[in-house]
């Protein structure tokens, strides 16, 4: 089979060849044909044809391989293979004529045969290619259109790209182009005519039955898609996009790629400009170890620091399954990576030192926590063991064995934190801060908002209730949260892990909160429904622990920018390591024991702005666990 196909290549170039051949002697003779008026040539010329042609036959076949002619295939021949065409061409000729002018009587040559011979020879190479690709790929143009009639948005080179594999796949029938850019109103794209911008979708949809919209600008802003998305709601259409231009990296646009428009694309931003070389200078060639490397953060930390070729990535992770599957999926992305799974949990001392003295890891991204707020409301003690106690396994393991770098992954619930969840990372900043001051290990702590999709967030929970026919829970119409992508918030992460010096906070800017509200109403509109017609959106009332909105930093930590516009740095704040230390035993003890109300206690000592400082209050998550004590629950 692969002799054959091999075969079949090397005739179809030699084929190519002996045509573009016999183009020399025919193109030549035409010229001179020409140059007579199509009359007889003289015999003193017909002699100074056969000696040029002796020149030209070498000299042009020369300058064909070298060109590279035949590095394509006529089936798809393009612009590209005509400017090679035409470089061969011209320089033959330049050189035959040289050759001519130095070993032949000028004379015998009229100049105006080397006007006449290149552009000939130029036509019937390029005229053959094109002719024989338009005959392969002529029924694609005569066949009756057929497929979902759809417009498509953005005529620029990702709606050119588009609509070329359209015609070929006739998945979809292309009506026309739209385009906010007046200037681009009235002309044709391989055929389509751009009819118009957003304005007149509503009529131009009405008038040419068209149902779906499909978004060909994958540079596109959140304004602009949001635009668009909530017209073609508004009309009860469709809405495909292609994927941004991140996601789009060295990939031909297809119809393939063509995709839903998600609330990821709503509520996405202009694509964060990294600092590659920084990020691959601490990453490659390293030992690089990731906790819970099966989260969702942690997963994605794994694929971008993949990219970064380490010379060892250890994913440690307490989840069997999350082990296995994105184990599972970086052998099959990047086969040559030298890759450890290793089961454990950032709680046990002697499984975290082995793992560190194994492998010896220059960098470590923590990024195992419970982050679940109602959770941890009602299992505090497991809270504080996994947030508090985990991190501070962790970052004494770094310490004790001479890791260069540890980078700790927090949340903006840290700030001023009105639950258990909150506490607990702050009070991890705060340890990894403070020995930061008396470590060779440089401890950067990296704090941002919510994560679209991410494992817990609300995204999948309204998607499951739309699914099911709702109503849709909005704890409160008033109640706002800041949203990044995954993709985006990890980019960050690597980035303040290479300008960190030790016992930063960096926030990641995080842009304008969202109303959790109008984000139900974006999502039941995506899904092809009516906002309280098909689906009601329902408010519960806040849940314990949770507030109307969050910060990104306290009064005390004021932040400052730094050299990257999407990274802002908070001031350190500095306790008494012993006292601090002390604490944490305190702390340590007190959720070993079960025992609530100390627990809350030394997490207000810790963190006095937790629940606004009120030691002497008893709040009603403590009455609670009082409860849940005396009935023998597990809190």
Not at 491 to 502: N, P, V
């Amino acid at each position: 089979m692969i002799k054959k196909y091999l075969g079949r290549i090397l005739f179809t170039k030699w084929a190519a060849f002996a045509h573009d051949f016999l183009c020399i002697p025919i193109a030549l003779y035409l010229a001179f044909l020409l140059r007579f008026n199509l009359g007889p040539i003289s015999d003193q010329y017909f002699i100074g044809f056969q000696k040029m042609l002796g020149i030209a036959l070498p000299v042009q076949i020369t300058m064909y391989w070298l060109f590279g002619l035949y590095r394509g295939l006529w089936r798809f021949a393009s612009l590209p293979d005509l400017v090679r065409i035409v470089k061969a061409v011209f320089l033959g000729t330049l050189l035959t004529a040289l050759v001519a002018v130095v070993f032949l009587k000028v004379a015998l040559i009229p100049r105006s045969i080397f006007i006449l011979y290149p552009i000939l020879l130029a036509l019937l190479l390029s005229g053959s290619r094109f002719l024989y690709r338009y005959s392969r790929d002529r029924h694609l143009y005569l066949k009756v259109k057929e497929g979902k009639r759809v417009f498509i948005f953005g005529a620029g080179r990702a709606g050119e790209s588009l609509v070329r594999d359209i015609i070929s796949s006739q998945k979809y029938q292309s009506v026309g182009f739209l385009d906010d850019d007046i200037k681009r109103h009235g002309r044709e794209i391989r055929g389509v005519r751009v009819l118009g911008g957003l304005t007149d979708l509503e009529f131009l949809a009405r008038r040419l039955s068209v149902g779906v919209v499909l978004l060909a600008i994958p540079s596109a802003t959140r304004a602009t898609i949001n635009r668009i998305v909530n017209e073609c709601a508004r009309l009860g259409l469709k809405c495909k996009t292609l994927p941004s231009v991140v996601e789009l990296t060295g990939q031909k646009i297809e119809v393939g790629h063509l995709r839903p428009v998600t609330v990821n694309d709503l509520l996405g931003r202009e694509p964060v400009q990294l600092d590659k070389k920084a990020i691959s200078r601490y990453l490659q060639g390293k030992n690089v170890l990731v906790t819970g490397g099966g989260g969702s953060i942690g997963a994605e930390l794994c694929r971008q620091i993949s990219q970064a070729q380490p010379n060892r990535l250890i994913i440690f992770e307490h989840g069997e399954y999350n082990l296995y599957s994105i184990e599972h999926e970086l052998r099959g992305s990047f086969p040559d990576l030298n890759l450890v799974a290793v089961l454990g949990d950032v709680k046990i001392v002697n499984r975290v030192e082995w793992t560190f003295k194994t492998f010896s890891p220059d960098v470590v991204f923590h990024a195992a926590a419970y982050k679940h707020v109602p959770m941890l409301e009602k299992n505090p003690a497991e809270g504080v063991f996994n947030n508090v106690i985990g991190t501070k396994v962790i970052a004494d393991a770094a310490d004790k064995f001479g890791v260069q770098r540890f980078v700790m992954v927090s949340t903006d619930k840290a700030v001023n934190p009105a639950n258990v969840m909150g506490a607990t990372k702050r009070i991890a900043e705060l340890y990894c801060q403070n020995l930061a001051k008396r470590s060779n290990t440089k401890f950067i702590t990296t704090r941002f908002g919510n994560v679209l999709g991410s494992a817990g967030s609300v995204v999948p929970l309204f998607e499951k209730q739309i699914q099911a026919g709702g109503p849709v829970t909005v704890t409160h119409k008033d109640i706002t949260r800041y949203f990044m992508t995954i993709p985006e918030s990890v980019g960050l992460i690597l980035q303040a892990g290479s300008m960190g010096k030790g016992s930063e906070i960096y926030v990641l800017e995080m842009g304008e909160p969202i109303l959790i509200k109008d984000l139900a109403e974006q999502m039941i509109r995506l899904s092809g429904h009516a906002v309280g017609e098909d689906i009601q959106i329902e408010y519960t009332g806040l849940r314990p622990g949770e507030k109307l909105y969050e910060e990104i930093f306290h009064d005390s930590e004021g932040l400052m920018g730094t050299e990257h516009p999407k990274l802002q740095l908070s001031r350190s704040r500095e306790v008494d390591w012993e006292w601090l230390t002390h604490e944490l035993e305190e702390l340590r003890i007190s959720a070993q024991s079960r025992d609530i109300v100390q627990l809350i206690k030394h997490l207000r000592n810790i963190v006095p702005e937790f629940e606004g400082g009120s030691r002497g209050k008893v709040s009603k998550l403590e009455k609670s666990a009082v409860k849940l004590r005396v009935v023998g629950g597990g809190a």
